[in-house]
């Protein structure tokens, strides 16, 4: 996560899904005492929004999850999202994930009607790209199996759907270029989906006044060594002594490695810094090529990590 007429009456809850047995799930009392899904108050578009630019780093697309608390349907979908294992995977790794409500008073008819999004029952599915481009939509009661979703079914409806791999290669080469055309170095960065160290990383290289710091002198690219085609490959080409991820390294445009996420004197991977002395590495390593950075710059990047450090340890 196709144009289909919207019949249902507002004021009927009872008919929202096609099915009668459905319509009294959507009203049975253990719908309403699950713990809020939808927020009726949300902006959806903001928040779609949000989750696009999101969705532009990490190649991942948006998938919107419409309906409402009142819908036990809804409930159930979205309690299946949570605890089986190959799904959650399947939309962290892939998608950002926007619940937009629909209920009496709260319809989010402009939205819809933007997207030219026309649901016919709920749960209700639809997919954009990083580009607010709809890409489907899909009534959900074809993924279901009896009185409740069937897993495989929206497995293969979240894979069908997921943007299309990434080649490794031409990322990093893109990287490289733009780095030689800019007269910067490339910060080369291996991570993926499950990797908590990873998301920690890129966390802190995302703060605004961190990236603001080193955007002069470096061009991150994060090279995903599950979801990119020949990511494992890029990585045992440049991580040739230590194991584990994250791991990075500064390159030059022309490819040349001028430091790496390795401890001086050794083969440790340093990985997420927690450390005094490898946050000192790390800092000298992000910071002490190119173009000079001012005592401010400097100082903004080490308290970024010492304070992410610190909630790691607490």
Known sequence: MERLILTCAIAALTIFRPTPAHAADAAAPAAAEKPAIYNELADAKADVLAAEARA???????????????????????????????????????????????????????FFAAYQIVPKGYPYLAVLDPNDRLIV?????????????????????????????????????????RAAAEGKLVFLHFGAPWCGWCHKLEDVLAEPTVEAALRNNLVSVKIDVD???GGKEIEKKYQQHSAGIPWY??????????????????????????????????????????????????????????????KVKH
């Open 137 to 177: 939509q899909q009534e959900t009661g074809v993924l279901e199996d009896g009185p409740k979703h069937d897993p495989q079914k929206v497995k293969d409806f979240l894979e069908k759907w997921k943007a299309p791999a990434q080649d490794a290669q031409q990322v990093l080469n893109d990287a490289l270029s």
């Open 249 to 310: 390294a500064v390159l030059k445009p022309d490819g040349q490695v001028v430091g790496v996420s390795e401890l001086p004197g050794t083969q440790d991977n340093i990985g997420f810094p927690t450390e005094p002395n490898e946050i000192d590495y790390v800092v000298k390593l992000l910071t002490q090529w190119g173009k000079p950075l001012s005592e401010e710059q400097v100082a903004t990047v080490r308290e970024a990590f010492t304070q992410a450090a610190a």
């Open 56 to 110: 532009a780093k990490e190649n991942k697309r948006v998938l919107l999850q419409i309906g409402g608390n009142w819908c036990g349907w809804c409930v159930k979908l979205q309690e299946l999202c949570q605890t089986d294992k190959q799904i959650r995977a399947l939309i962290n790794a892939e998608y950002e994930v926007v619940h937009v409500n629909y209920s009496p008073g709260h319809e989010n008819k402009a």
């Open 227 to 229: 979801r990119m085609t």
